[in-house]
């Protein structure tokens, strides 16, 4: 059974940072292509940051410069760190795994499991 787990959200001022991870288990760690994506109430689920099988990576403009994504192989951990956090950051992120390229990730193509989301809260 594939399980995709988020962890690491809160409530945070503007200009603070967060770390959230998320550890999948059940599927080949190393053959997914993992993801951050999120959802702000009324608004459609967006693509934030993909990283690839040789750490290629893919951001979202909006938060690109100031989130990084990353991943530990042998945790089967992928991590977002998120700095210099604005209130339009503000939303539920999920973390997901897919057989995709990370261009098509960050698409939401190809995705094959979610985890059930952590809230992220920025306060102005």
């Known amino acids: 059974q594939v399980q995709v787990v988020e962890s690491g959200g809160g409530l945070v001022q503007a200009g603070g940072s967060l770390r959230l991870s998320c550890t999948a288990s059940?599927?080949?760690?190393?053959?997914?292509?993992m993801g951050w994506f999120r959802q702000a109430p009324g608004k459609e689920r967006e693509g934030v940051a993909c990283?690839?099988?040789?750490?290629?990576?893919t951001y979202s403009d909006s938060v690109k410069g100031r989130f990084t994504i990353s991943r530990d192989y042998a945790k089967r951990t992928v991590y977002l760190q998120m700095n210099s956090l604005r209130p339009e950051d503000t939303a539920t992120y999920y973390c997901a795994a897919g057989r995709s390229t990370v261009a098509r990730c960050l698409r939401g193509i190809d995705i094959g499991y979610w985890g059930q989301g952590t809230q992220v809260t920025v306060s102005s």
């Open positions: 059940g599927l080949s760690f190393d053959d997914y292509v």
């Open positions: 990283i690839g099988r040789s750490a290629i990576t």
